[in-house]
């Protein structure tokens, strides 16, 4: 798994988020390994792991071509982060 850790994680998700048109984020960090969540689950396994809490106005294609387009982006972006980590 070491290779695959990436050196900042919320820092380089968040630019990678911005790169592709995404720029609508939220600050409210709390460090998730440490509340009952998967991220917790996963840090116990030593596998890293992020939390994304999206809001479901992003989450509903369904409502319009907006919503849509912006379901496409977020998907392409995080696609991408995660190709970006696993290319390493």
């Known amino acids: 798994m070491a290779d695959y850790v990436v050196?900042?994680?919320p820092y380089e998700l968040?630019?990678?988020l911005r790169n592709d048109g995404?720029?609508?984020l939220s600050y409210d960090?709390?460090?998730?390994?440490?509340?009952?969540t998967l991220t917790k689950f996963a840090a116990h396994?030593?596998?890293p792991?992020?939390?994304l809490e999206i809001n479901a106005t992003w989450v509903t294609p369904s409502a319009g071509n907006l919503?849509?387009?912006?379901v496409s982006r977020l998907l392409q972006a995080l696609e991408r982060f995660v190709d970006g980590v696993l290319k390493r």
Not at 29 to 36: C, D, I, L, S, Y
Not at 67 to 70: C, K, L, S
């Open 7 to 9: 050196a900042n994680p």
């Open 14 to 16: 968040e630019n990678r």
């Open 22 to 24: 995404l720029l609508s």
């Open 29 to 36: 960090r709390f460090p998730a390994a440490k509340h009952q």
């Open 45 to 47: 396994h030593g596998v």
């Open 49 to 51: 792991a992020i939390q």
């Open 67 to 70: 919503e849509a387009q912006r």
